[in-house]
């Protein structure tokens, strides 16, 4: 076999493979093809085709070191130059392959391929090991993988035993390398004519999901730790300052700062302080399209159902970003999520002043329950130094009741809770207690005694029913009377997504629910953000509003931004638009499920949610550059 033959077979088993990928991720979400009524089948072909080149492109990119290695050997004939190149090929390659089948996991979990933010959970590897081998649902890629690395090996070897260095003449040989040379340059240029194959060039069809099976997981994982390196080395720059602190202040109406906190106002009630406990339940991937009220027929929430009709309930609640951190961060402190920058991390751990702070400033204790370890996303770290006096997570329960790698199950959290809340309750003081569920996100833990079709489905109803029993059992608490219990998701779950970022993920169920509360539905735009002062109004406590929370009951927002890590949303009830850092994505009709992109079609629309989305983002940046949200 000689060097043609060599690299030809390397770049066909390459692209075969990540085709494969490619075909399995195009058949786990082809609904999203098969329902957006408009994408045709010559419009997959072409994503197909598309994608050949983009495989190409990274095939070109790894191969060419091992074709320099071998030029020079076919020439020197030294041995060590031939073993570089099939390792050097064995390795990247495999890494490429593995990175495939990840890509397709992630997809399928977060619609969106798989950049440099992955990497901020591989400070805890044994959680995300735990997780992939004790959910059998991420199996069906890494099997694959392991085999499809196995048969590699195998073939790579043999071609390598097989290679032998081209006994023609040297002014032949060095012809057929320059040819070879100029055709692996064409593939990792993308292209003959024009520019080299960028990101961008992949979206022109209507159906975004087409437009990003277009793309190698692997070209698209570079773009996204170039772009990392430039925004670390650029700061946000979406408008100039001072105009988005003016913006921010008017829409919030704000004349006069209490302090150099540009957004901080003060908020008085004329009553007497309404001093109940606060219970914060953050329901993990509780969705809104997963409950009756929202239209869903499986019947997997018929007590959050109940408790819904019974409670002061919003029905256009929007997630802070798409993790837990994002929801926690959200909940208690009331800041946005910038882009895909992780609040709880960092060097520098920001102190700020929102639910925990303000109630213990009202003498109140705060506990936080963590179902798993606390180290992960850095909660631990971050909420102790928030506020939040007593934090509980898996080592203060016995072994015997972690369930999966993220610990232990809601039935077991709550019921540990309602023990510690006993004893909080005794010593007269008022408290904040806050429960992370987990039961709804897989590796799941499941009883026997929770039926339904699918594990999924049965999860959700396991979660439901964890917190039907939980508040069966905290109203026969003495404490429960003089206590308000807030239910919010800390984010919601993909499902039928029809733009760039599924709505599905950020729309999600929140409820106030307390002893003799009067059942409403609140129908304003409102954020997770908009829950801390909302619970101020009916705690009655003066405090000062370091955030960019609104009051729910008194006031209005014409709309609420939210976060897909690279992506920015902004919704109001019939307009959706997205924006990255450096341009904007589309303008959406999203109420009439309408693909048609309008941001070219009303400027003024889209001029209006640009300035009220970037002022927003820009002044929260402001504030936390110069530590300005803390007391």
Avoid: C
């Avoid at 290695?69 to 390795?91: G, P």
């Avoid at 990840?102 to 959970?121: G, P, S």
């Avoid at 770290?381 to 369930?403: G, H, M, V």
Wanted: no cysteine; aromatic share 16%; charged share 25%.
């Amino acid at each position: 076999m000689n060097l043609k033959k060599l690299i030809f077979k390397i770049y066909g088993f390459s692209v075969i493979i990540f085709g494969l990928f490619r075909a399995t991720l195009y058949f786990l979400q082809r609904r999203e093809v098969i329902n957006d009524g408009i994408s045709t089948a010559s419009d997959v072909l072409s994503a197909f085709v598309w994608g050949l080149r983009y495989d190409l492109l990274i095939a070109g990119f790894i191969v060419i070191l091992a074709f320099i290695l071998l030029v020079i050997y076919e020439f020197i004939h030294k041995t060590f130059l031939k073993i570089i190149a099939f390792w050097w090929l064995f390795t990247v390659l495999g890494l490429a392959f593995m990175l495939a089948a990840a890509d397709v996991v992630y997809y399928h979990k977060f619609y969106q391929h798989i950049t440099v933010k992955a990497l901020e959970w591989f400070d805890r590897p044994a959680v995300v090991f735990g997780m992939i081998f004790q959910e059998p649902r991420y199996w069906f890629m890494f099997v694959p993988f392991f085999l499809i690395l196995f048969v590699f090996y195998r073939q790579l070897k043999k071609w390598f035993e097989r290679y032998q260095p081209d006994p023609r003449p040297v002014k032949k040989k060095a012809l057929i390398f320059l040819i070879l040379l100029i055709l692996i340059f064409i593939s990792i240029r993308g292209r003959v004519v024009h520019a080299p194959l960028r990101l961008e060039d992949a979206f022109v069809l209507h159906n975004n999901f087409l437009n990003e099976l277009k793309l190698n997981p692997v070209f698209v994982f570079e773009k996204s730790y170039e772009n990392y390196l430039n925004d670390r080395m650029h700061p946000l720059k979406l408008m100039p300052e001072d105009e988005a602190v003016k913006f921010v202040q008017k829409s919030l109406k704000i004349n006069r700062p209490v302090n150099q906190n540009p957004i901080s106002r003060k908020t008085r009630f004329d009553t007497i302080p309404n001093r109940k406990n606060v219970v914060l339940v953050l329901m993990e991937s509780m969705a809104a399209w997963k409950m009756a009220y929202f239209g869903n027929k499986e019947n997997r929430t018929p007590y959050l159902d109940s408790l819904f009709k019974q409670s002061i309930a919003f029905t256009r609640m929007y997630s802070n970003g798409i993790h837990t951190y994002a929801g926690i961060y959200g909940v208690n402190y009331a800041y946005p999520e910038i882009f895909d920058k992780h609040p709880l991390k960092g060097a520098d751990i920001k102190v700020y002043h929102g639910l925990p702070q303000v109630l213990k400033a009202h003498h109140y204790q705060t506990a936080f329950f963590i179902p798993h370890n606390k180290d992960f996303d850095n909660l631990g770290n971050f909420l102790s130094k928030n506020a939040y006096d007593r934090i509980y997570y898996e080592k203060d329960y016995p072994a015997d009741s972690i369930r999966t790698i993220w610990g232990v199950d809601d039935h077991f959290l709550f019921n540990f809770a309602l023990r510690k809340i006993d004893k909080m309750a005794e010593s007269g003081q008022n408290f904040l207690a806050t429960v992370l569920t987990i039961s709804d996100h897989g590796p799941f833990y499941i009883p026997g005694h929770i039926k339904g079709k699918t594990d999924r489905i049965r999860a959700t109803r396991f979660a439901d029913w964890s917190i039907a029993d939980f508040m069966h059992k905290a109203s026969e608490k003495s404490w429960f009377k003089n206590s308000v219990f807030l239910f919010v998701a800390d984010h919601g779950e993909g499902y039928n997504r029809r733009y760039p970022v599924p709505l599905t993920y950020n729309h999600i169920p929140a409820l106030i629910y307390y002893k003799g509360v009067q059942p409403r539905i609140i129908d304003k735009m409102a954020g997770q953000i908009d829950l801390f002062p909302t619970l101020m109004h009916i705690l009655k406590l003066d405090y000062i509003n370091f955030t960019f929370g609104i009051d729910l009951f008194k006031e209005d927002r014409p709309y609420i931004y939210f976060n897909h890590d690279k992506i920015e949303g902004l919704i109001d009830r019939t307009h959706l638009l997205l924006i990255d850092r450096h341009k904007t994505i589309g303008l959406y009709h999203y109420l009439e499920g309408d693909l048609t992109d309008y941001k070219d079609r009303e400027p003024e629309k889209r001029k209006e949610m640009e300035i009220y989305l970037k002022a927003h983002l820009q002044t929260a940046k402001y504030i936390l550059d110069r530590d300005l949200q803390k007391f």
